[in-house]
């Protein structure tokens, strides 16, 4: 059976807990992860950050073995341990050999069932995870993004960085962390996911002997946030360049529309998309800039990112606009074509990566309680025209843009901005 081809399986434990298999019997190697709905979006603002702490704590130790022995039974086995956490979920995975895969379900299991927190662990893993705060709060662009984000959603949960708050992190307790994984880490927030050489019923025997006595609960539900838009800035002590991310919104991963990632590619994935003909090849305005649709639970960015230096803002900014506005009044039949064609690769490279098939079919599950088959999605992107492209960004335009520029910004940056967007007819809302 072709890679492509190769169906999920799923199976519904009895308090809700999924478990999804994709058996790819042409590989050797197998990744199995464990999916919880649950992320820096679920979270309060005084508990901020917290999941991300859970995620670095989860690996300290169990009931049954220390963090030394967690390490050290995966890495006899030649496995890789990983997790991450992002605004809609966090993810537990282990990557290693076929047969050892219903092991790691069981090992995985105990990681985010029996995790111990311990206390003294966690006060030196509160100073590596404020290193990690430091860094981020030093990115130019990463900061570029955490502005961004508040610019689009304003106080709305969707809005808080994965990171957290710098008080968040020094305040938290033990308790907090057991509290937290209580609350969310329920049957009806968790996909258990396997695939690769895999001996499906075996994952889910193991699926329900680590999961099965979990407390069913319901499921988190986000609600949809308004769409704000407006300008921030931040200089940042230095910075030789000056970053800027700019966007609209877009469709959330509920409306499963494809439009906004076709938009995406045609202005702006790859060297001989306008975005980077223009911007750089024409007129040496960025080294590097892309575009991407940004689609999670409840909430939908199209994104683009550059970096520029301070003399060529002003520049990089109108560039920027005067080709948004000619995007959507016509799409290039040559950029609509590479576009569909860049999306198509995109998507079946996806499919021979177990681990990236694994997190977009779970994600499914846990967000639209179905996976959506590649064919008809890429289908549906074939049907796209040009001139649904362009109405596509119009109306994107139409309702106002969100824009950070932080790193090298001069004063009166703000004001300039303003000036040079209105000119191109795009509104950048105050607030």
């Known amino acids: 059976m072709p890679l ?11 308090n809700g807990v999924r478990v999804l298999t994709i058996a790819l ?3 050797q190697t197998a990744s199995v992860s464990v999916f919880v709905r649950c992320g820096s979006a679920h979270e309060k603002p005084l508990l901020n950050g917290i999941g991300h702490v859970v995620e670095h704590m989860a690996f300290k130790g169990t009931t049954t073995r220390d963090a030394r022995t967690l390490n050290l039974d995966a890495e006899r086995l030649g496995a890789e341990v990983n997790a991450h956490t992002d605004k809609d979920h966090t993810a537990f ?13 069981r090992m995985l299991g105990d990681i985010v069932r029996h995790a111990t927190f311990p206390a003294d662990d966690f006060e030196r893993e509160r100073a590596v995870l404020l290193h990690e705060f430091t860094e981020d709060e030093d990115d130019p662009m990463a900061t570029a993004f955490k502005l961004f984000d508040r610019c689009c959603w304003g106080r709305h949960p969707l809005a808080q960085p994965v990171i957290g708050t710098r008080r968040n992190i020094e305040r938290f307790t033990r308790d907090d962390l057991v509290a937290h ?12 996911a396997a695939a690769g ?3 499906a019923d075996a994952i889910v025997r193991e699926a329900e002997a680590a999961f099965g006595d979990l407390a069913a609960g319901s499921a988190n539900a986000l609600t949809a946030p308004g769409w704000h838009g407006g300008l921030r800035t931040r200089a940042m002590a230095g910075s030789s360049q000056t970053h800027l991310v700019l ?30 003909d223009q911007l750089r090849e024409q007129r040496g305005l960025v080294y590097y800039a892309a575009c991407s649709a940004d689609v999670i639970d409840s909430g939908g960015q199209f994104v683009i990112e550059a970096s520029t230096s301070p003399e060529q803002l ?23 074509e590479r576009g569909r064609n860049q999306l198509r690769v995109r998507r079946l490279r996806g499919l021979e990566k177990p681990g990236r098939r694994l997190e977009n079919a779970a994600l499914d599950l846990l967000v639209l309680g179905r996976i959506r088959p590649s064919e ?29 520029i932080t790193g090298r910004v001069a004063r009166g940056t703000r004001d300039r901005a303003r000036a040079i967007l209105a000119a191109q007819g795009l509104t950048c809302p105050a607030g």
């Open 314 to 336: 002003d520049e990089c900014l109108a560039a920027l606009a005067g080709l948004l506005a000619a995007q959507s009044r016509r799409i290039d039949p040559m950029d609509l």
């Open 25 to 27: 019997p042409q590989l």
């Open 247 to 276: 966007g609209f919104a877009i469709p959330p991963l509920q409306a499963d529309d494809p439009t906004a990632a076709l938009a995406a590619a045609v202005l702006g994935e790859g060297m001989s998309s306008p975005l980077m």
């Open 4 to 14: 492509s081809e190769a169906a999920p399986q799923v199976t519904t434990l009895s």
């Open 181 to 192: 994984v209580q609350r969310h880490y329920s049957g009806a927030n968790i996909v258990v």
């Open 93 to 105: 995975h282990m990557r290693g050999l076929g047969p050892h895969a219903p092991l790691f379900v």
């Open 197 to 199: 050489a895999i001996d």
């Open 376 to 404: 008809d999605w890429l289908r549906r992107v074939d049907a796209i025209g040009a001139d649904q492209v362009g109405q596509t960004l119009a109306g994107m335009l139409a309702g106002g843009m969100a824009l950070a």
